[in-house]
C-alpha cells in the first residue's frame, strides 16, 4: 500500500475535511500534482528515469520480503530442541 495520497484521493479528502488548513494543504497538494504532471510532460528523460525508479523499487521490495521470510525460517528452526549429539552412558 502506498503510503502518499494520489490526486484523486486528495481531491476526495477536500469533500471531508473542512478546516481552513486542511483546505490551504489541499490547494497546495494538487498544485503540486499538477506542477509534477507539467514537468513530466516536458521531460521525457526524467518521466523515463522515473519509470525505471519505481521499477527497481518494486524489485527491491521483492528481494526484500524473500530475505525476511528466509530469517523468519532460520529463526524459527533454531528454536526448536534438538537431540543431545554423543554417547549416552
Known amino acids: 500500500m502506498p503510503y502518499v495520497f494520489t490526486e484523486l484521493g486528495v481531491a476526495m479528502l477536500s469533500s471531508v475535511l473542512n478546516s ?6 489541499n490547494i497546495f497538494i494538487m498544485r503540486a500534482f499538477i506542477k509534477l ?14 519509470a525505471e525508479l519505481e521499477k527497481e523499487q518494486l524489485a527491491q521490495g521483492k ?14 528452526d533454531a528454536s526448536k530442541p534438538r ?7
Request: avoid cysteine.
Open 37 to 50: 504532471r507539467e514537468i513530466l510532460s516536458t521531460e521525457k528523460d526524467l518521466a523515463k528515469r522515473m
Open 63 to 76: 528481494d526484500i520480503l524473500t530475505i525476511s521470510k528466509v530469517i523468519n525460517r532460520l529463526v524459527s
Open 83 to 89: 537431540s543431545a549429539i554423543g554417547f549416552q552412558v
Open 20 to 25: 481552513e488548513r486542511a483546505v490551504q494543504m
